[in-house]
Every structure is written in structure tokens, then in C-alpha cells.
């Protein structure tokens, strides 16, 4: 009988022991929600404050930090708004360098990487000069590709090559 009195003790203090630490994660559960709460209260009341200051709050109360405060507010939603003009800006003038490319033979406007019209199917000519023998884009004036290494030799609006660049 000493044998089945020790399992049902010891099982009464697993049960025990089980019931504690589910009362435990219930009560650091409650914890958790609370500090929810009280994170929640502190964003509605700096919210309050907020909205009276907007509206012009010049209390003689007014707490000298919670001025500062807002202040500083001030300057990041002022910092904000030049950081969305400046977006604004960058997607209506888009990058130069991404231009779109007008078609010379349609006059159809073609996205900046198109190789050929969508309109019609011509060839889009680069308003860059082009090495004839990589089609790599170039700066006039170069006399070699920086891609393949070919000579090359532009005049305004001429695109001829000359030999392969010796080894």
C-alpha cells in the first residue's frame, strides 16, 4: 500500500506543480494584456495633448517638457512632409536617366529599356552612341568600348568601328 500512497502523492504534486504553472502563464498573460492596456492609455493621452496643441493649447500649465516635446514633434512631421514632397518630385520627373524613348519612325513613347518600338516594331535608336560591336551604350568621344574592348570611332551621329583593339 506504501507503493500506491507514494504514486498518488506523487501525482497530486505533479497535478500540483501543472496547476501552478498554468496559473503562472495565465497571470504573466494578464500581465502582458495590462501592460497592453497601459501602452495603449499612454498613446491616447500623448494624442490628446497632441490634437490641443495643434489647435493652438497655450495653457500657463503647460508643462515646459511636454513643450519641448512637441516642438521636437513639430520638426519631424515637418522633416516628414519635405521627405514626401521630395518623393512626390522624384516620381513626376522620374530619373533622367530612365527617360522614356520616343519612337523615330512612329512617334509612339516606349518604356526607358526598350530595344524595340511597341507600336510598330522599329529598332529604338539610344540617343547615346552605340558600340556596333556589343551594342553597349558609350560616351562620345571614346575611341575604345569599355565592354568589349573594340575601337571605335564616332563623329556626331556616326556609329562606325573600326579594328578590334590589339591584345
Known amino acids: 500500500m506504501a507503493f500506491f500512497d507514494k504514486i498518488t ?9 501543472a496547476g501552478s504553472v498554468i496559473e ?5 498573460m494578464r500581465v502582458s494584456a495590462e501592460e497592453k492596456n497601459v501602452a495603449e492609455l499612454v498613446r491616447k493621452i500623448g494624442a490628446y495633448y497632441v490634437a490641443k ?9 503647460q508643462d515646459a517638457e511636454a513643450a519641448a516635446y512637441y516642438r521636437e514633434l513639430l520638426g519631424v512631421r515637418e522633416t516628414i512632409e519635405g521627405l ?6 522624384l516620381k513626376k520627373d522620374g530619373d533622367k536617366s530612365n527617360a522614356d524613348v520616343k519612337c523615330s519612325f512612329c512617334g509612339h513613347v516606349n518604356h526607358a529599356n ?5 507600336e510598330c516594331g522599329s529598332k529604338l535608336e539610344s ?21 568589349c574592348g573594340a575601337r571605335v570611332e564616332f563623329e556626331l551621329g556616326d556609329d562606325t568601328t573600326g ?5
Open 53 to 61: 496643441m495643434d489647435a493652438g493649447y497655450e495653457a500657463e500649465e
Open 84 to 89: 514626401k514632397a521630395d518623393i512626390q518630385k
Open 127 to 147: 540617343e547615346k552612341p552605340v558600340c556596333p560591336n556589343c551594342g553597349a551604350e558609350m560616351a562620345e568621344g571614346l575611341k575604345f568600348c569599355g565592354e
Open 163 to 167: 579594328d578590334k583593339a590589339e591584345e
Open 114 to 118: 526598350a530595344k524595340f518600338c511597341g
Open 9 to 17: 502523492e506523487f501525482t497530486k504534486t505533479a497535478t500540483d506543480k
Open 24 to 28: 503562472i502563464n495565465r497571470l504573466g
